[in-house]
């Protein structure tokens, strides 16, 4: 049980990209090291699409993920495949990762439930995005409870916004982690904003952190825009979690550089000082300037990088606008696994309702 | 070979949980309660015992996240039985149905579902404290995607139950506390599964259709009795599966007898009785000899015990609305 009300901070670079401490023995393998800056990368890229195809209606809704990416890379770089994710509706950076396809993430909110339908068996037992606040992290626990009664050697990780801490759920969600030590990681992106309610009037906690306190385990802060951070302290917890010790609760501090979602205008609500001031927090670039100062990375490679990122995410959008439609009885055929005989009458009148529209278009 | 014992709706439960958890290793049952102390109703004794803690779960009190739990551990593949103390005490595990359970299939597009079943005591007449008396079945009958059962005999509660615990998709499973040790009646434990969508006609007649569930079968059967002693012939339907609803069979009664008598012990408006109403209004207009009549509660909360039996529906009243719809020119 957690005796410490001590919050420890974890970030091993500056935002200029200097190290501030030695780096574990992990980071020796530069390979993982660019990795992690190319998913960043990627992930950005992808996001300004994703944004653009809302702009232009070729997608509904987007929630934007711009300055927040180490957070999602960082965690999805420490899970393993055999663990699960139960993510809220800001995860493309650790979705991706995990395996589900980019053009999945367009097809979500592009309107059509194919995009939760993940192809990739890796991530066969990912849940979809969670839209409802914060019940995510429940389900987490109940995914948790299934491996620990198991005898399974896996964890979950479920993310939320530092809104959702707020949230019965949440803290429902932190009581039976603890009670049960469930192998559960709860990652909070704290990215001071939830729509336009700022940090400070969210809560009057000091830290996030410590509402794992209150459950009788561990709550850290770590800088989120530090993806050498994030996925450390990740990668210890979920160790932990794998091995029966518990469970986390890791504080990413972050921001949110967008607009909540492409149907919010943050512009109404937060002064642009502030978001300039974060911008020059924001994570990709200070990565970068620790890559360049290791002598691992250089303007070449730079530009080939992304080149193959901006093709990857152009095949995605391409592969995204061939998906035919759907049939008109998915959305009523998956409801139940049977649809029940007893609304036979409804599922007809679907169809014919459906052709009625499709003759008066002729 | 010995006479099957007789157990009560209360036992029938405990019997079909033992059987199905005997069955399926998949099955865990978890709620406040249910572990060392059986349930406050008794309904999940000895269950601790026979499977254990890691499949017998007290969970910390907090109905949401029971819910919540229960949909994730379903997603990956338990069968989780989770009981909610009361269906007073129901609303806060209400967001995990409505907005996850009852749509994790159809928004995955079937890669993740939700096999899980909720049971909870319903209903007035116990003497109970306040938020202890509820019937508000409505509430889960415009759910997609949910299943909505409620037993009124220890037959069905056991065959029903089984069922709701093999079905894929979730259920909620409602059993009227008035009824838990009314009645035991002589039950095999032969694991017969009963159908989750079909109505139970109870009672065959001609003269009058009687639909009803939960608590009021009770009432109901006596009032039937009575009548049949004015050589008056009613027939009872336990309608048992309120969603998916099984219209059909509602339909075949009416066109049938012409006349129709609706009682249930929730309140009146936008019940799950309006919908029956409106179902057999489209369907069998022309077969109608009388308007329907609804004998229920009124709108109001269930009143605090010393009145409740006015709350619900007695064999008079529903002796006094027969007698309006069967005198009907």
Redesign the interface.
Known sequence: MQDSLNITFSQFLATDGQLLEALPAWADDQQLLIGLYQQMVLTRLFDQKAVALQRTGRIGTYAPTLGQEAVGVGIGAAMHADD?L?PYYRDTAVQVMRGVKMEEILLYWGGD??G???ADPAV??D??LCV?IA?Q???????????K?RGEHRA?VTTCGDGATSK??FL??L??AG?WQLPVVFIVNNNQWAISVPRKIQCAAATLAQKAIGAGFSGEQVDGNDVLAVYHRTRLALERARQGKGPTLIECMSYRLGDHTTADDASRYRPDAEVKQAWLSEPIKRMQAFLRAQQCWDESREQAMIKTCQAQVQAAVDAFEGVDAAPVE??ID????QW????AEQREDLLERASRREAEHE | MNEPSKLSLLEAVNLALHRAMNEDENV?VLGEDVGVNGGVFRATQGLRDAFGL??V?D??L?E??I????????????K?VMEIQFMGFIY?AL??LV??ASRM?????????CPLVLRTPMGAGIRAPEHHSESTEAMFAQI??LRLVIPSSPARAYGLLLAAID???PVVFLEPTRLYRMNPQPLVDDGKRLPL?TCFTLREGADLTLITWGASVHESLLAAAALSEQAVSVEVIDVACVK?????TLQASVRKTGRCVIVHEAPKSCAVGSEIAAGLYERAWLDLQAPIVRVTAPDIPPPLYRMEQLYIPAVTDILSACTEVLEYA
């Open positions: 699960v139960v439930e194919r939760s339908d993940y066969a037992q849940f979809p409802p019940t992290a429940l389900h987490a626990c109940g995914v948790a409870s299934a491996m009664i979950t019965g759920d429902e969600a009581n039976v009670a998915s959305i998956y409801v139940y696994a029940p005989q007893a609304l | 865990v890691k499949r779960i969970t910390p907090a949401t996240m819910s919540g739990l229960a949909v994730g551990m379903a997603a990956q593949g338990l989780p806060p967001d995990h907005s996850h299939r159809n928004r995955t597009r079937g890669r993740l579902t997609p995607g079905d894929p998709d969508d998916p609803l099984d219209m059909d």
